[in-house]
């Protein structure tokens, strides 16, 4: 799929790397829909970016919610043929941590918005995009999930997190396969410790930690690297059902 072809829904498209994907795609001659529920960062992603753009407010976990927005989104760019799922939160928490055990609605929300949401977009999507006109190799869309290197690796107080992250993993496989009869592929990137605005307020000394323990580059991955991985998934139709780390050759220790 060309790059300026493409019209595509992002959630969590207003920050972090959502909103890099947004940005490289807009610069490329795409059109991009932002799925979010911050009103001031999208008001403002979207300005940013331009008349290509489009924001929605929209909450990953509401079936229905979701699959109206698309289908607003869908009017708007005269369709949609790639899903990019950004949206997610950390649930950090040990299963029996200093207060007791972690609270399972802790456990249920980060489930939730990261396994959960990234499903209700995947499909609500790839029920659009199935009416598309086939391209080459009979493609009619894309839907890249994101995943962690947690989901392989998780360290101690990522129980919740690490098995959200590795459902989106498991479900890549089994969803490209099925999705291959109407020429939709699905691929998950796995990021390791990437510089989002979550780390914005970390302390110096435990940033440069964290950089030194990343074999090389020893630094953090940067959203405009994930947002090239994504690209790159995007233009090249042999990826199929699989999944990229994209890591810096990092392997999390347990804590």
């Not at 909103?19 to 932002?34: D, H, K, M, S, T």
């Not at 799922?85 to 055990?101: F, M, N, Q, T, Y």
């Not at 396969?177 to 020429?183: M, T, Y």
Request: proline share 4%; hydrophobic share 50%; charged share 15%.
């Amino acid at each position: 799929m060309q790059i300026d072809q493409v019209k595509a829904a992002i959630s969590g498209g207003v920050s972090g790397l959502g909103f890099a994907v947004a940005r490289l795609l807009i610069a490329r001659g795409a059109r991009v829909a932002l799925l979010d529920i911050n009103d001031e960062k999208g008001a403002a992603a979207a300005a940013e970016l331009g008349a290509g753009a489009s924001w929605h407010r929209t909450d990953v976990t509401d079936e229905n919610g979701v699959t109206a927005v698309l289908q607003q989104a869908a009017e708007r760019m005269g369709g949609i043929n790639a899903a990019i799922s950004c949206a997610g939160i950390l649930g950090a928490g040990r299963v029996l941590g200093k207060e007791g055990p972690m609270p399972l609605q802790t456990f249920q929300n980060t489930i939730m918005v990261n396994l959960i949401g990234s499903f209700n977009v995947a499909k609500a999507a790839a029920n659009l995009m199935q009416a598309n006109a086939p391209g080459a190799d009979g493609e009619r869309g894309v839907i890249v999930n994101t995943a962690s290197i947690a989901a392989y690796e998780g360290q101690i107080g990522q129980a919740a997190y690490s098995a959200s992250k590795g459902g989106v993993i498991a479900m890549t496989l089994p969803m490209a396969r099925e999705f291959a009869r109407i020429g939709v592929r699905v691929m998950t990137v796995a990021p390791g410790v990437f510089h989002t605005p979550m780390v914005d307020g970390m302390p110096q000394n435990v940033y440069d930690s964290l950089c030194a323990q990343v074999p090389f580059p020893s630094r953090l991955g940067t959203a405009d690297e994930f947002a090239a991985t994504v690209a790159f998934i995007l233009e090249n139709r042999y990826l199929n059902g699989s999944v990229i780390r994209i890591d810096g050759a990092i392997r999390l220790a347990p804590k």
